[in-house]
């Protein structure tokens, strides 16, 4: 928000006329804050900045689980490490098959 304008305490004179003229100023200012704070505050731009904070943080979090995965299955020069790679995807088949015998036992 802007600053606001000079008060009535900075006009030298103190006529009427200056005393109107920094009340105009300060209504002028006043109705702009009051534009900017409905603006902010209108439930559709309120849901857009909760979406692109949501969608930020989601970014964020593949970047650094992209990060984790490829640290994990690589050495320091980026060659990729075979036992690993191996390993998870053993792992992988063992959900996979331990996921459809439990489904056999609870359907069968």
Do not use: C, F, Q, W
Not at 43 to 49: Q, R
Not at 87 to 104: D, H, N, P, Q, S
Request: aromatic share 0%; hydrophobic share 45%.
């Amino acid at each position: 928000m802007s600053s606001a304008p000079d008060g009535p305490s900075s006009h030298s004179d103190g006529t009427p006329e200056a005393i109107e003229a920094a009340i105009k100023a300060r209504r002028t200012h006043l109705a702009g804050t009051l534009d900017e704070l409905a603006e902010r505050v209108r439930p559709a731009n309120l849901a857009n900045d909760a979406k692109e904070e949501a969608v930020t943080r989601a970014r964020v979090a593949k970047d650094e689980a992209v990060t984790k995965a490829r640290d994990a299955v690589t050495d320091t020069d980026g060659n990729l490490l075979y036992e690993r790679v191996a390993a998870v995807g053993a792992a992988a088949v063992a959900v996979v098959v331990g996921a459809v015998l439990l489904r056999r036992r609870s359907h069968g």
